[in-house]
Each structure stands twice: as structure tokens, then as C-alpha cells.
């Protein structure tokens, strides 16, 4: 089974939380986490190693994340703010016998209000 | 910070025309990849280049990497309706491996029947 990534679309207001999940690849333990705005590329946001953050990307405290034993994984993000309205992409990776290509979800998409 | 930086161009091209996008980047690279998104849909990987190959092929796409003026070339030859999509480019730094790749900011392509 391929990435996927619960829920497709939601709305929230500003100052609220939220957690999205990605169920990774079978076979990968490496979960990465994308944030995509409107007309841009993906921005890296963090990344999972066996249930370990493994480098961050450029965003703040209030960007969270977790990665469980099955190496599913969660992004939490707290006191949402208009500009955190984006596309949210998960992808999954081979810790092992690594290509170096990403195997993405097709994303939960975020709107602030 | 991010490293690939397509020029962000709007191609419109006829069915069978050939297709050509940059991406530059600004430091060194282990590998450099092409993703293909449909509309707000999860990113599709097309071809890696590592930073010791210049050309490669892959179906009707070829991807170019010249090091040294930190810039890569894709081409999709006889393109066809279905290739109607957005194309990221994205680096993947030393030593590799890592999978955290900086994303530019892609090249939006339609193909008219």
C-alpha cells in the first residue's frame, strides 16, 4: 500500500489545533512532512527516523510532530494562523536500500479562517 | 533554505510538442530530482540525477545536470495530454542519503489536445 494521509480537507479557525496523519509506505520508516502554499513548492517542514525528528526545516515550535512504532506518523500544528493555510504533504522513505526518491501521500489540505 | 529554483514559467504547448523546463539551484547537491503534481493532488517522483551524471533518460523524459553553472534541464518529448501538470525540481545536499530535499517552485505545463 502506498502513503496515505487522513483528513483530505479541512476547515479551521485561526488559534485552533490540529493533527494530520500519514500511514507511510509498507516498508518505510522514514516519514517526512511538506508544507505546500498555494502556487508554491513543497517546504520541508521535519523528518522521522525510527520514531526520532531527524531534522527541521525552517518553521516554528508550534509545528509538531510524532512517529509511532508502526512508523505511521502525525504532524500537529498549535494556534493556527491564516498563513499556515496550505497543503500538507507526507512522504515516506526506505531508511535502507535508499534511492533517494520520496513516495508523497496525496495530502491534507488546511484552510485557516 | 530552499536550493531549487525553477524559472517559474506557464508553458502551453500542442500534443506532440516537446517540453522544456530549468531549475538552478545555489549550493552543492548530492542529487537532483524531478516531481510531477496534478492539480492539488501528492507530488509524483520522474528521475533522479546524481551529481556525478550529466544526461539521463528515462521513457520520453531526459533530465540534464551541469554542475558547474548549478542548473538542470527536463524535457518530456512528444508530449501528450495526460503530461498536463505542474513539474518541481528538487536538491538533495551532501552527503545524501537524508531525503530532506528544498523544493523550487515549479513549472506549470498544458498540453492542448
Known amino acids: 500500500a502506498g502513503v496515505t494521509q487522513t483528513p483530505r480537507y479541512l476547515i479551521k479557525t485561526r488559534g485552533q489545533q490540529v493533527t494530520l496523519r500519514c500511514s507511510s509506505q509498507?516498508?518505510?520508516?522514514?516519514v517526512s512532512w511538506y508544507q505546500q502554499a498555494l502556487g508554491q513548492g513543497p517546504q520541508f517542514i521535519f523528518q522521522?527516523?525510527?520514531?526520532?525528528?531527524?531534522g527541521r526545516g525552517n518553521f516554528p515550535p508550534r509545528f509538531s510532530g510524532l512517529q509511532f512504532p508502526n512508523y505511521s506518523s502525525e504532524l500537529n500544528v498549535n494556534a493556527l494562523e491564516l498563513d499556515d493555510s496550505a497543503l500538507y504533504l507526507c512522504?515516506?522513505?526506505?531508511?535502507?536500500?535508499?534511492?533517494?526518491?520520496?513516495?508523497f501521500g496525496e495530502g491534507s489540505r488546511l484552510t485557516v479562517l | 533554505s530552499q536550493q531549487g529554483e525553477e524559472d517559474p514559467q506557464a508553458l502551453s504547448i500542442q500534443e506532440g510538442e516537446n517540453a522544456t523546463m530549468n531549475c538552478s539551484y545555489k549550493?552543492?547537491?548530492?542529487?537532483l530530482q524531478w516531481y510531477r503534481q496534478n492539480s492539488g493532488r501528492g507530488l509524483v517522483h520522474l528521475i533522479l540525477?546524481?551529481?556525478?551524471?550529466r544526461e539521463k533518460h528515462s521513457g520520453r523524459l531526459r533530465v540534464t545536470l551541469d554542475t558547474s553553472k548549478k542548473s538542470s534541464s527536463l524535457l518530456i518529448t512528444a508530449s501528450r495530454a495526460a503530461d498536463t501538470a505542474s513539474y518541481f525540481c528538487?536538491?538533495?545536499?551532501?552527503?545524501?542519503?537524508?531525503?530532506?530535499?528544498?523544493f523550487g517552485k515549479g513549472n506549470q505545463v498544458v498540453v492542448i489536445p
Open positions: 512522504a515516506s522513505s526506505p531508511g535502507q536500500g535508499n534511492t533517494g526518491e520520496l513516495f
Open positions: 509498507s516498508g518505510h520508516n522514514t
Open positions: 522521522y527516523y525510527r520514531e526520532e525528528e531527524n
Open positions: 549550493t552543492s547537491i548530492n542529487n
Open positions: 540525477i546524481r551529481s556525478n551524471e
Open positions: 528538487a536538491t538533495d545536499r551532501p552527503p545524501g542519503g537524508n531525503n530532506r530535499l528544498a
